[in-house]
């Protein structure tokens, strides 16, 4: 077991990443966010929670995504679309954690399996829809500071509706 | 009148002696994880095996039987003997262990072909589960074939014969007991693609499944572990979610410790390093259930490197608790003449000897020649269980 230590002599234990090597494919992920959920929030000490988002990161990359992507480029159809349903699903609620196996997917939608282009493509849809929000996010976040600028005299009103035009564009 | 129950904030202790055992444990856990233990080499040695390993045993096994017959025609079945006289008590490890008697089944004889057509039969249907990947209940196994068995008895002796003549534990053979024990507090595990969550799974907890080699430990912020005879202080402290007050996992088997219940336990203490400490009833039967999930029983000797859990605490209910809390003379309950002689048989064994404290104990009781249930502690109100007497003794340390 990993183990984290609080400040107050107490301590949270996590399965040792290693173990999860010999898990199915889909469970690392699920216990990633199986314990980001509901078991983060338990933890009292900040610097406790830091430590444990870090090790859940390192699980991510050393085990959960070696193991998909090992499935992905893998011949066996019947192991590919029980990844990608449990993918399909993550990358709905939380896609920057399966973002790194964005390439893989991309490369299934050319194979000629129906069930499996089906998902590969709502996946890239939701990667797609997920990197929109973030970009329009970025963007409001710019056009707030503009409006400031041109409510303060110090952006023309020809600036200002360019701006404008383009976040405006960008929502839609 | 109207009359109101009251129930008022109980008040949290500094549960600081069994806090300082647990920081004792998990250092020593930590350097002692990768240590294996050595048993004494005049014991047998088991094996826990997985599904391949055990399966290539059985073939082995059947291997030596045909040549046998080729050779002499008269095969026999070695395996260690599971009587008393072979069972060794190691000081160092504190574990009953079986001796290396070893005793010879013959198939050609009169007086042991119905034992051994009776072995045969079970062996095959073990072969049968590891090869489908399947596990079934003693009871099953009877009723694989009851004429040839013709009581249970003989079945459940078999399996475990099958267990020690493939010097393996019985987990491994996945012949399992029913589910009996039930485990509660902050611990979450896996048990094949679920994740369980032991807090949040309502008053009853999780039951301990008996096939524990689909189960994996998750997550635990737990710094001890609560062993409790009776489901009904189970309940007291299930209802008082005592675990969110002070940070454990509760557990109980109902009654006398099955197989499933001893090896969850042997498991979650030693993977998360976490000290353990048993509640049970202040008669020579309590004192037993704790012994035989501290040392294991003469029974399965054969298996105890892998079922028990040695240096638990014996936390209560103590004979001398029964005066310091001043236990009341109605909720205590005279000794009789089989409690008399099962205390003096505990007190006659070499582990009770060699823990003063214990042996002390159990004196006292055959003195008073009184017992006390758990239950006997709610004199003083339903809470006193879990605001007063377990708080206070993991507090002082006042443990066995």
């Known amino acids: 077991m990993k183990i984290f230590y609080k400040k107050d002599g107490g301590i ?7 173990k999860m090597k010999e898990w ?26 830091k430590e444990i988002e870090k090790y859940l990161d390192e699980v991510l990359t050393d085990v959960a995504i070696p193991g998909l992507i090992e499935v992905l480029d893998g011949e066996n159809f019947e192991e590919i679309n029980k990844a990608l349903v449990r993918i399909d699903e993550l990358a709905k609620k939380t896609p920057d954690m399966v973002k790194p196996i964005k390439p893989f997917v991309e490369k299934l939608i050319n194979k000629n399996i129906k069930e499996v282009n089906s998902l590969s493509n709502s996946i890239i849809a939701s990667f797609n829809k997920a990197e929109r929000k973030k970009e329009l996010a970025e963007k409001r976040k710019v056009m707030q500071e503009k409006e400031k600028s041109f409510l303060a005299g110090n952006l023309s009103g020809e600036e200002y509706a360019k701006a404008r035009k383009e976040y405006l564009v960008l929502k839609e | 009148m109207i009359i109101v129950a009251i129930k008022t904030e109980s008040k949290k202790w500094d549960i600081k002696e069994a806090k300082k055992l647990f920081q004792e444990y998990l250092e020593k856990g930590i350097k002692e994880e990768k240590k294996e233990t050595k048993l004494p080499e005049n014991t047998v040695k088991i094996d826990d095996l997985n599904r391949k390993q ?20 008269r095969p026999s079945i070695k395996l260690p003997s599971r009587t008393s006289g072979n069972i060794i008590w190691d000081e160092e490890n504190d574990l009953l262990l079986l001796g290396q008697q070893i005793m010879e089944k013959q198939f050609h004889s009169l007086g042991s072909v119905a034992d051994i057509t009776r072995l045969m039969k079970v062996l095959e249907k073990v072969n049968e589960l590891l090869l489908k990947d399947m596990h079934a209940t003693k009871r099953e196994i009877f009723y694989s074939a009851v004429q040839l068995f013709g009581d249970q008895k003989n079945s459940d002796k078999c399996i475990e014969d099958v ?27 896996r048990d094949r693609n679920d994740i369980i969550d032991l807090e949040g799974l309502g008053s009853g907890g999780w039951t301990i499944t008996p096939m524990l080699d689909n189960v994996e430990i998750l997550e635990s912020d737990a710094e001890f572990i609560l062993v409790l005879e009776k489901d009904a202080a189970m309940i007291r402290l299930s209802e008082a979610r005592f675990w969110r007050k002070y940070p454990c996992i509760i557990l109980t088997a109902k009654g006398a410790a099955d197989i499933a219940t001893r090896m969850f336990l042997r498991r979650i203490s030693k993977e998360l390093k976490l000290p353990v400490f048993t509640l049970v009833d202040s008669d020579p ?15 399965l000797s054969y298996e105890s490197p892998f079922l028990a859990t040695p240096d638990i605490k014996l936390l209560g209910v103590l004979t ?38 214990w042996e002390t104990d159990l004196k006292l009781a055959l003195n008073l020649k009184m017992k006390a249930e758990i239950q006997a502690l709610s004199t003083f109100g339903f809470e006193f269980l879990t605001d007063q007497y377990i708080p206070e003794k993991l507090s002082t340390g006042d443990w066995i």
């Open chain 2, 54 to 73: 055990t399966l290539g045993r059985i073939y082995k096994l059947t291997d030596s039987i045909i040549e046998m017959i080729y050779k002499n025609g």
């Open chain 2, 320 to 357: 001398r608790d029964l005066e310091k809390y001043k236990i009341p003379n109605d909720c205590r309950i005279p000794m009789n003449q089989t409690d008399i002689k099962r205390t003096k048989e505990m007190l006659s064994e070499d582990f009770v000897k060699k823990n003063k404290a």
């Open chain 1, 24 to 49: 199915p494919i889909e469970l690392p992920l699920i216990f990633i966010e199986y314990v980001r959920n509901n078991q983060l929030k338990s933890y009292d000490d900040p610097k406790i929670k």
């Open chain 2, 163 to 189: 267990a020690t003549m493939l010097y393996t534990t019985r987990n491994s053979t996945h012949i399992v007991a029913s589910a009996k024990g039930s485990c509660i507090g902050r611990l979450r595990i």
């Open chain 2, 285 to 299: 039967y309590g004192h037993y259930i704790h012994s035989v999930y501290l040392r294991g029983s003469k029974r």
């Open chain 1, 12 to 18: 949270v234990q996590l399965i040792d990443k290693e």
